[in-house]
């Protein structure tokens, strides 16, 4: 059974940091692109950042360039998102999602499999 799950969410200061962790399973990450999207109150989901494990590309959204790292752990199985001088606009549920070919990595209907998101809140 293919599951996301992610971790590492919780409560920041602006200015703090956090890293965030989706661990797959069920099938191996080499064939995918992994993206990780967040969603805030009253917000559509956009993507944040994304990773293609063959080759370790990776995008980044422009709000988060400079600030955010995306990696992944092979012999984990796990992607992870460096969070860096976090924002209160960084607030959100953050979700991990993968599939083997999206067209376009911000779209969230272009991945097969999501995990169930986890809470980050950037607050003083």
């Known amino acids: 059974q293919v599951q996301l799950v992610e971790s590492g969410g919780g409560l920041v200061q602006p200015g703090g940091s956090l890293r965030l962790s989706c661990a797959a399973s069920?099938?191996?990450?080499?064939?995918?692109?992994i993206g990780w999207f967040r969603q805030a109150p009253g917000k559509e989901r956009e993507g944040v950042s994304c990773?293609?494990?063959?080759?370790?590309?990776?995008y980044y959204a422009d709000s988060v360039k400079g600030r955010f790292a995306i990696s992944n752990d092979n012999a984990k199985n796990t992607v992870y998102l460096q969070m860096n001088s976090l924002k209160p606009e960084d607030t959100a549920v953050y979700y991990c999602?993968?599939?083997?070919?999206?067209?376009?990595?911000?779209?969230?209907?272009?991945?097969?499999?999501w995990g169930q998101g986890t809470q980050v809140t950037v607050s003083s």
């Open positions: 069920g099938f191996t990450l080499d064939d995918y692109v």
């Open positions: 999602a993968a599939d083997t070919n999206p067209r376009d990595w911000t779209i969230t209907g272009d991945y097969d499999y």
């Open positions: 990773i293609t494990i063959s080759d370790g590309s990776t």
